[in-house]
């Protein structure tokens, strides 16, 4: 039945109703006539009210139309009109955009570029299997296996203290998986010293020491051989250096250069090379995380705060989800 | 081929895997000084290489009683028997499946005794030979089944590669032990391909098998097998766990522990160098009782008048001698002299040792030693003379991953060179002692884990910048290796197990 016969049908049963509260055919008969009446109507409004809700209230249909037709019964008229009103109200007026979930929040480009979580298993349920001595050594190195599968920082520094393991075939393993990781920084180092050496023109040669400062500062990042990390930034800064000394606008190269300095604890400087990488059209995206952390140690918590703001959806992501919620100050 | 030496019959013969004579290192070393230690015994050796063109000349000078010697090379080409369409012995096919039924619950002393026998692999009517296991029927539906029943990997192709990879130089070594001359004791220094040869000459001559592990093979094996690349994994994206190891990898890392467990199974006396690798032979399936620790020991008169020669202060030079590969973990080395260059800007670090083993990994070290810019400071010396670098170094150190009970650290020490080693096989043990009486002498240098260059430096510098400290190592590395390291006690030991086994 469409909606218009029922409301024809609904409007003809207030109708009766209300022509019989009126009649003089004795009280009972009125009475049978108006519950017979109004019974109609409200069935037929609460039918049609019932369709109105918004799905997005997640309320089940049968659910909905039986405190509609409870309502419109006890409050003749005015219920069904008050009803509708509301829905009408809630269906056309009060629209919320679609919530995001965590699932469906986009990467924010500084993620995308480190992003990615180790799969079979976590980080912290691998190192916690592995510094257990007690569990079996299938455990363990399944454990050793899931570290290295990631990538980055984390699972650089848990390989290098596997390597301390008591047990040998841990420790084996470990230390081979730690080697073929910095492997391969290693052989792009080692090329591009090689090029420097037979390469002719200066446009050559700044690619080299472009490529060198990327590459040593590789091996900082990704926490590779840690002892050596004041060497390899002090290689990095070298060759950018030499970079810039040729006055090319590179970016990328300024934003390296002020993350070296982040790291130095220069925050001067950093903020500098920070700043002319932007005038140079660095995505200010990707430039946030050095942003935020030059203000956290210039204890600028207010820009800090306002740099988390800027992307609502961090609060969503892993990681670095509950520094947003802790920084913006809401759940 | 000709020239070498060849005899009727020897009292020992010496299984050699990728060691003495072709290969130079800490196990060639020992092997070679046995052999010397024992004029009156004639030796007799076996070869057994992956391919001829892995090796080249001999790195030893062969001693005037090793009597005979064979050499073998598993992975070059055989003459294949002619293709043949035949069934196979089914009843020795049936004991090949009742030896993977088998492999699923490993005890030892349960093998099925068929195997043991040589006839198993060179008579077509007693067992399996090596036409069957590469033409029969028989032989195609074991492999196929046992795909059917246990191989996760999708590729059947690669499946039966790897099986008949796998175990053909089984055919081969039953051949080796089939010719080969008569001995009273067979003697090998590692499990693999050689304990398996010396499993089935024991079995078959009823002559004893002595096992001395510097390493633990299977072991090694397994760390090479996780990290190696020519093993297949066909699993695709979905079906990978990147936590678990290939199908292929796993059955490689099987079929050595399986061989390793033959040998044990027939090796009368198991001898390791330390207390923590007899420990590992018994998970690995050695019974307890046959197990028994000999560490190695020098001639400590050889090296003692080197110790004249050495300055009163330590020279800046810090000397690594080992073969030029990943197991010795040059590079962590190199790191550290990269740090230590920052504290003695003319410090020495010698790096002496063949380079030929592994030619790709010295080419990364030297190509690492330029990136840390420290290229005035390292020297590739290739192999010298141990006797002509102790008198002009500081330190010795050893930086490996793995190591057994090195003789290199005893013969430092008896031409009184204090030693910085990475705390792997013995050499916590030989540098601050073992036991009361050992320890009372005193560090004779430093240990420090595997991989860590910051702490390898810092205890070098410890005893660079420190004369007084330096002097005080000199002295213990003396008096240790003198009272427990000399080799009268290693040969005393193997004296008395080899005429047992003569006997």
Known sequence: MSGIKLLLYGIAGQQVALISLFSDHGRVINLVFFLIGHTIATACFSIILAYMVPQRFGVRYGNALAAIFGLIFFVPVFGALGMFIILIYFRYFQQFKARTEFYSAPLPPFMAESGGLAPGMGEGGAWSRLRTASVPRNMRLKALLAVSAGGGQNSSRLLQMATGDSDDEIRLLAFKLADQREKVIGATISESLKALKSAESDMERLGLYRKLAFSYWEMVFNELNRDLSEFFIGQSLHYANMVLGSGKEDHALMILLARIYLRKGELEQAEEFINMGLQMGAHRDKVVPYLAELAYRKRDFRLLKGLFAADPLLRFKPGIGPVAKFWMGRQ | ?503
């Open chain 2, 1 to 503: 081929m000709n020239a070498l030496p060849k005899s009727e019959q020897v009292d020992v013969m010496l299984l050699l895997e990728g060691t003495f004579p072709y290969v130079s290192g800490g196990v060639s070393s020992w092997v070679n000084q046995i052999i010397r230690g024992f004029p009156d015994i004639r030796f007799g050796a076996v070869f057994i290489g992956s391919s001829r063109e892995d090796y080249g000349a001999m790195k030893y000078e062969l001693p005037e009683n090793l009597v005979h010697l064979e050499t073998y090379y598993l992975r070059d080409p055989r003459i294949k028997p002619q293709i043949m369409a035949h069934e196979g012995n089914r009843d020795a096919f049936r004991v090949v499946r009742q030896l993977h039924q088998w492999f699923l619950d490993p005890k030892p002393d349960t093998l099925n005794d068929e195997i043991k026998q040589l006839d198993f692999y060179l008579d077509p009517h007693k067992g399996v030979d090596y036409r069957q296991f590469l033409y029969a029927r028989q032989s195609w539906d074991v492999i196929a089944d046992l795909y059917d029943q246990r191989c996760t990997d999708p590729s059947f192709v690669d499946y039966f590669w790897t099986a008949r990879n796998m175990h053909a130089p089984i055919w081969l070594l039953a051949e080796i032990a089939s010719q080969l001359i008569p001995a009273r004791v067979y003697h090998t220094v590692s499990t693999g391909y050689a304990g398996f040869l010396g499993a089935l000459l024991h079995y078959n001559t009823g002559r004893p098998l002595i096992l001395s592990e510097h390493g633990i093979y299977t072991k090694e094996r397994r760390i090479d097998v996780i990290q190696s690349e020519w093993i297949q994994d066909n699993r695709n994206a979905l079906q990978k766990d990147p936590t678990e190891i290939s199908y292929y990898r796993d059955l490689w890392i099987r079929f050595f522990e399986t061989i390793g467990r033959f040998c044990y199974a027939a090796a009368g006396n198991i001898i390791s160098l330390y207390e923590g690798a007899r420990e590992r032979e018994i998970v690995d399936g050695a019974l307890p009782e046959r197990t028994m620790v000999i560490p190695n020991g020098i001639d400590i008169g050889r090296f003692a008048p080197l110790r004249e020669q050495q300055p009163d202060d330590p020279p800046p030079v810090v000397a690594l001698l080992g073969r030029v590969v990943p197991i010795k973990d040059i590079k962590t080395f190199i790191r550290s002299l990269r740090i230590i260059a920052n504290h003695i800007p003319r410090v020495q670090g010698w790096i002496i040792g063949p380079e030929d083993e592994d030619p790709e990994y010295a080419e990364e070290c030297k190509a690492l030693v330029e990136s840390l810019a420290i290229t005035e400071n390292v020297k590739f010396m290739g192999f010298q003379n141990p006797m002509d670098i102790f008198p002009n170094a500081g330190v010795l150190v050893l930086s490996s991953v793995s190591e057994g009970l090195p003789l290199v650290i005893l013969e430092a020490f008896a031409a009184g060179l204090p030693v910085v080693a990475t705390d792997v096989g013995a050499c916590r043990q030989l540098i601050t002692g073992l036991g009361p009486e050992d320890e009372a002498i005193g560090p004779a240098g430093g240990v420090v884990a595997i991989n860590n260059p910051l702490a390898l430096a810092d205890e070098l510098l410890k005893l660079l910048a420190n004369s007084h400290e330096w002097k005080r190592a000199r002295s213990s590395a003396i008096s240790r290796v003198e009272r427990f390291y000399a080799q009268e006690k290693m040969f005393a030991s193997y004296r008395e197990i080899y005429e047992k086994g003569m006997a």
